[in-house]
């Protein structure tokens, strides 16, 4: 069964940076969309940034457009998520999404990113 496996999160303080990372452990077919998703504690999900598979376009949420750049390699079957200016309020379990023409969705399992002030 195909796995995306995060990586990179960690401890970082204000004004600072991460690179997360989400690999597939094996082919996925027909992705249309990969995301990145973060959760707070107490809060829900929140979508963060988008890439499309296609022409490669991007989106990102306000709260931290200009701030994080979602890229992807296609040879490595592995989306990043690269997080500058990092402020409290960014602190959250980060989830990969990788969605499917097929209606399949995948998630990884989560990297704890926080910030300290």
């Known amino acids: 069964q195909v796995q995306l496996v995060e990586s990179g999160g960690g401890l970082v303080q204000a004004g600072g940076s991460l690179r997360l990372s989400c690999a597939a452990s094996?082919?996925?077919?027909?992705?249309?969309?990969m995301s990145w998703y973060r959760q707070a504690s107490g809060k829900g999900r929140e979508w963060v940034s988008t890439i499309n598979t296609g022409g490669g376009s991007t989106n990102y949420a306000d709260s931290v457009k200009g701030r994080f750049t979602i890229s992807r390699d296609n040879a490595k079957n592995t989306v990043y998520l690269q997080m500058n200016s990092l402020k409290s309020e960014d602190t959250a379990v980060y989830y990969c999404n990788w969605a499917t023409w097929t209606g399949r969705s995948y998630w990884g399992q989560g990297a704890q990113v926080t910030v300290s002030s």
């Open positions: 094996g082919s996925i077919s027909s992705i249309y969309g």
